[in-house]
């Protein structure tokens, strides 16, 4: 009887220590049990879930991109060697000066001056009368083209193995002489790596690579492949942006361009990674989170698989031998 006088809006009931209305606690039985008001709920905690994994993936790219342009670790690494002065300056003239020096002078200076000499329009023709033959403007463009290519293949192209061959020696040196400032300066300076994480450079490929550069310190450290692509995977957008410095600027030229401002460029950045602690950096970004952060790409899943079964088809070789 007495709840026939109460308005029904003045009861209340008790849900999780809360006490709601009973139109609202009807309202939120029959959402729960709604599909549709479930999946989007779903939905909803899987966008902040993409959302927090995005935060934390910028984040440490962000984190990465800074250290890659800390480059005033080259400045220090320089004024330590005269021989890291040396090969860093050898790889701006060889990659600066004479390749793409030579690329901007047969693009402002030697096709301009064969458009003088086999001009393409009637205009520029020295005599009128050829403009009546269309074979004499097909001939020089013709001829153009094969001077032209000429250039390529008898200059450009053979130095452009010269100086890829020439450049990985020049990294091998640079990075064995960072080594021997790195063992000279001693574990104090916070900006080195320890001995186990020194550069040692065995090879160059895949230069634009992002964590190309951390390869130098690797190849010295004791831990396993495994270990390494681990933390390369786990970490993939912090490699990322140590990347981008030095990949960023050749998506906008030619792939001769690019090639000469990547390998103009690369030393500087495998000085910044020798005196860059990647692994101290992503443990503090990591730690202010409580752990965690983006997920693992499996980005050598593919290659490990292929090069496993490449193995499987070598016979194995028994211990006597």
């Not at 005269?82 to 090969?87: A, P, T």
């Amino acid at each position: 009887m007495v709840a026939a006088t109460v308005p029904l809006h003045v009861l209340s009931i008790e849900k999780d220590g809360l006490k709601i209305g009973p139109l609202l606690f009807l309202f939120a039985q029959a959402q729960s049990l709604n599909p549709l008001a479930r999946r989007r709920s779903s939905g909803c905690r899987t966008m902040d879930a993409l959302a927090s994994q995005a935060k934390q993936a910028g984040r440490l790219w962000l984190a990465g991109f800074t250290e890659a342009c800390s480059l005033h670790r080259v400045v220090i690494f320089c004024l330590s060697s005269k021989m890291l002065s040396i090969r860093t300056g050898q790889c701006f003239l060889l990659n600066g000066f004479i390749f793409l020096g030579s690329l901007f002078t047969l693009k402002s200076a030697v096709i301009p001056t064969l458009m003088w000499i086999l001009p393409d329009q009637c205009e520029k023709l020295s005599s009128q009368s050829l403009c009546d033959h269309k074979a004499a403007l097909a001939l020089y463009s013709f001829l153009r083209f094969i001077l032209v290519q000429i250039f390529y293949i008898f200059w450009f192209y053979p130095l452009y193995v010269f100086s890829f061959i020439l450049c990985t020696l020049w990294y091998n040196d640079i990075a064995k002489n960072a080594f021997d400032v790195l063992g000279k300066q001693g574990p104090s300076n916070a900006q080195i790596p320890n001995r186990n994480d020194l550069p040692d450079s065995q090879s160059v490929r895949h230069m634009g690579r992002p964590g190309g550069f951390e390869r130098y310190k690797w190849n010295f450290s004791e831990k396993s492949l495994n270990e390494r692509l681990e933390f390369f995977e786990s970490n993939w957008s912090f490699f990322a942006g140590f990347g981008s410095p030095c990949v960023l600027p050749i998506l906008f030229f030619s792939t001769l361009v690019s090639y000469g401002i990547m390998a103009m460029l690369y030393p500087l950045f495998v000085l910044t990674a020798a005196g860059t602690q990647s692994e101290e950096v992503i443990d503090f970004i990591k730690g202010s989170w409580g752990g965690g952060g983006p997920r693992k790409l499996r980005l050598f899943y593919a290659a490990d698989k292929v090069s496993m079964l490449v193995l499987q088809l070598f016979p194995k070789v028994s211990k006597e031998h």
